[in-house]
């Protein structure tokens, strides 16, 4: 999570390729969007032939098939195209290593194109909640989170420091992805989520084939109760959608429904305490200015003050491969 080094100042040019660096994701943001990888499956086509199967202009197919050439995605012999190596692995609709969250990466982009209006007016424009922003929205964004849960969880249960077996509450838990983790490893693990989402958390874990069962709870955990007697209450990509007075409410509401004892688990982007860095967090302020009413990247400093404010002791930080955690304890 290191920053980006900077544009050397003598070349203009390297402000153009930065500023210009939509182009090559919105390229291959609109084949997957088209599904075009998904015709390539295995088989080498004309430009043509793709532009048939996926109902789309056969000169414009073209010259966005070439662009992927030129980009290293797809391949192109004696005018036929098709998948390269990451292509076939990762953008194939069905196979395992599909990368279905590209799909929220595709809607980002519409709300990263009023970043200059959100920073004029301080904040996104208005826009439906979560839970009312359609089927496809919802699917796109709970496959983002879970690829990168997924490969997130194994390592947020091993610095959690619980012992065997807790009962772990994964408070906005989505796919489940880190409730599925825990219960692997020998504890209790519940989610809680939106009652538009559970349906997804079930379906997640269902295909996990997990030896022991994992509890799905629905309810908005803003307003309704979360239960009580846990021994960990695990808050995963949850703090950054919220302004700092409601993340005060939420952990105090997270630490009252745990067991004498037990622990809160904040994971996040932290930004440096000067705001200065490192990148991705930085980046990640901007997308919650674009994406929601108040959300930000915080400090682990205040994160610490909210754990603290709510009884916690024995405040810790623990920085991992792709975010950060801060573990308090009652």
């Given at each position: 999570m290191g920053r980006m080094s900077r544009p050397d100042a003598a070349s203009p040019m390297a402000l153009f390729e930065l500023a210009s660096a939509f182009q090559r994701s919105r390229v291959l943001l609109t084949a997957f969007e088209l599904d075009l990888f998904t015709v390539l499956n295995d088989q080498a086509l004309t430009s043509a032939e793709v532009a048939a199967a996926i109902d789309a202009d056969p000169r414009a197919t073209d010259r966005l098939m070439n662009a992927l050439v030129a980009l290293g995605v797809l391949d192109k012999e004696e005018g036929r195209f098709a998948n390269g190596p990451l292509a076939s692995r990762h953008l194939v609709r069905g196979k395992p290593g599909f990368l279905a969250g590209l799909g929220h990466t595709a809607n980002l982009w519409h709300t990263w194109s009023d970043l200059t209006g959100a920073v004029r007016r301080g904040g996104a424009a208005p826009r439906p909640p979560i839970n009312e922003r359609g089927d496809d929205w919802l699917r796109s964004f709970i496959a983002a989170m879970h690829g990168r849960a997924t490969e997130a969880a194994p390592e947020v249960v091993a610095l959690s420091g619980l012992e065997k077996p807790s009962r772990v509450l994964d408070l906005g838990g989505g796919s489940g992805a880190f409730a599925?983790?825990?219960?692997?490893?020998?504890?209790?693990?519940?989610?809680?989520?939106?009652?538009?989402?559970?349906?997804?958390?079930?379906?997640?874990?269902?295909?996990?084939?997990?030896?022991?069962?994992?509890?799905?709870?629905?309810?908005?955990?803003?307003?309704?109760?979360?239960?009580?007697?846990?021994?960990?209450?695990?808050?995963?990509?949850?703090?950054?959608?919220?302004?700092?007075?409601?993340?005060?409410?939420?952990?105090?509401?997270?630490?009252?429904?745990?067991?004498?004892?037990?622990?809160?688990?904040?994971?996040?982007?932290?930004?440096?305490?000067?705001?200065?860095?490192?990148?991705?967090?930085?980046?990640?302020?901007?997308?919650?200015?674009?994406?929601?009413?108040?959300?930000?990247?915080?400090?682990?400093?205040?994160?610490?003050?909210?754990?603290?404010?709510?009884?916690c002791r024995d405040v810790v930080r623990r920085d991992t491969a792709t975010a950060s955690l801060v573990i308090g304890r009652l």
């Amino acid at each position: 999570m290191g920053r980006m080094s900077r544009p050397d100042a003598a070349s203009p040019m390297a402000l153009f390729e930065l500023a210009s660096a939509f182009q090559r994701s919105r390229v291959l943001l609109t084949a997957f969007e088209l599904d075009l990888f998904t015709v390539l499956n295995d088989q080498a086509l004309t430009s043509a032939e793709v532009a048939a199967a996926i109902d789309a202009d056969p000169r414009a197919t073209d010259r966005l098939m070439n662009a992927l050439v030129a980009l290293g995605v797809l391949d192109k012999e004696e005018g036929r195209f098709a998948n390269g190596p990451l292509a076939s692995r990762h953008l194939v609709r069905g196979k395992p290593g599909f990368l279905a969250g590209l799909g929220h990466t595709a809607n980002l982009w519409h709300t990263w194109s009023d970043l200059t209006g959100a920073v004029r007016r301080g904040g996104a424009a208005p826009r439906p909640p979560i839970n009312e922003r359609g089927d496809d929205w919802l699917r796109s964004f709970i496959a983002a989170m879970h690829g990168r849960a997924t490969e997130a969880a194994p390592e947020v249960v091993a610095l959690s420091g619980l012992e065997k077996p807790s009962r772990v509450l994964d408070l906005g838990g989505g796919s489940g992805a880190f409730a599925m983790a825990f219960a692997r490893a020998g504890h209790t693990a519940v989610v809680f989520d939106l009652p538009n989402v559970v349906p997804l958390t079930r379906s997640y874990v269902s295909a996990g084939g997990l030896a022991a069962p994992v509890e799905v709870m629905a309810g908005d955990y803003l307003s309704d109760p979360i239960g009580e007697g846990y021994d960990a209450v695990l808050l995963s990509s949850v703090i950054h959608s919220h302004p700092p007075e409601v993340n005060r409410r939420l952990i105090a509401k997270a630490a009252s429904a745990l067991n004498p004892g037990g622990r809160i688990i904040v994971r996040d982007f932290l930004i440096d305490e000067d705001r200065r860095g490192p990148l991705q967090p930085a980046l990640f302020a901007l997308n919650m200015l674009v994406g929601t009413s108040g959300g930000d990247t915080y400090t682990a400093s205040e994160v610490r003050g909210w754990l603290l404010e709510a009884g916690c002791r024995d405040v810790v930080r623990r920085d991992t491969a792709t975010a950060s955690l801060v573990i308090g304890r009652l």
